[in-house]
């Protein structure tokens, strides 16, 4: 089943503690990225990647990190987490090329709390 | 920069009657695209429809339609025969032809179906 999974599905941590959250998809598309999702808000982006070894910022990159070392892979990396950091955050992925075949394709989302 | 505004914040419709959620949008593109995303309480991200700027005919898929007017940057959707699964929030998006492919979410329409 093509699909893009991340882990974990809900995590509750203390502010610091550094945390990594997993994406991975197998449908072998060139784009991923991730957003948050806050309330009134929508969906925000944080950081994108057009493929392995090419990231970059999004619209609210700061305090997260990201590496593509793989197509597959695009782990979100949050080194010294803060309380407003606390979302919901989803992975996307997209191929690249003919527009009409650029639907982004998004994780099930994980819950992040901060306290 | 882009931005998407969703002005009704809460609708209710009756089971197998029609809505109509709005959005609007501003951008000084001319090539892009917009879609309308559905969340039910699961939180998944699931696309409704598409719409391409270049395209003047609107996009239909099954009971869920759009009005796009390019001119007025305007693209509604509209749910015909409403049913019980319908309810959930509805996020209006906006991506360019180009670039970081990033999409820009309107702050979303909370959908009650009431039966």
């Known amino acids: 089943e093509a699909q893009v999974t991340q882990n974990p599905r809900y995590l509750i941590t203390v502010t610091g503690k550094k945390l990594t959250v997993t994406c991975s998809q197998n449908?072998?598309?060139?784009?991923m990225s991730w957003y948050r999702q806050d309330p009134g808000l929508g969906l925000r982006q944080i950081y994108y990647?057009?493929?392995?070894?090419?990231?970059d910022k999004g619209d609210v990159p700061e305090g997260y990190k990201v590496s593509r070392k793989e197509k597959r892979n695009f782990p979100l990396i949050l080194e010294s987490p803060s309380p407003n950091q606390t979302s919901l955050y989803f992975c996307?992925?997209?191929?690249?090329?003919?527009?009409?075949?650029?639907?982004?394709?998004f994780g099930p989302g994980t819950r992040l709390t901060v306290l | 920069a882009q931005t998407v505004t969703q002005s009704q914040p809460e609708m209710s419709v009756q089971e197998a009657e029609t809505v109509t959620l709005s959005c609007t949008y501003d951008t000084s593109e001319s090539d892009y695209y917009l879609f309308w995303y559905k969340q039910p309480p699961s939180r998944q991200m699931i696309l409704v429809i598409r719409?391409?700027?270049?395209?003047?005919q609107n996009a239909t898929e099954n009971r869920f339609s759009v009005n796009f007017q390019k001119a007025a940057k305007s693209f509604s959707l509209k749910i015909s025969d409403s049913q019980l699964g319908d309810a959930a929030m509805y996020f209006c998006a906006y991506r360019k032809d180009t670039g970081r492919r990033a999409l820009t979410f309107g702050s979303g329409t909370r959908l009650q179906v009431q039966p």
């Open positions: 449908m072998n598309h060139e784009y």
């Open positions: 719409q391409e700027a270049y395209k003047q």
């Open positions: 990647s057009m493929n392995v070894e090419v990231t």
């Open positions: 996307a992925s997209s191929w690249v090329g003919l527009a009409e075949y650029n639907e982004q394709f």
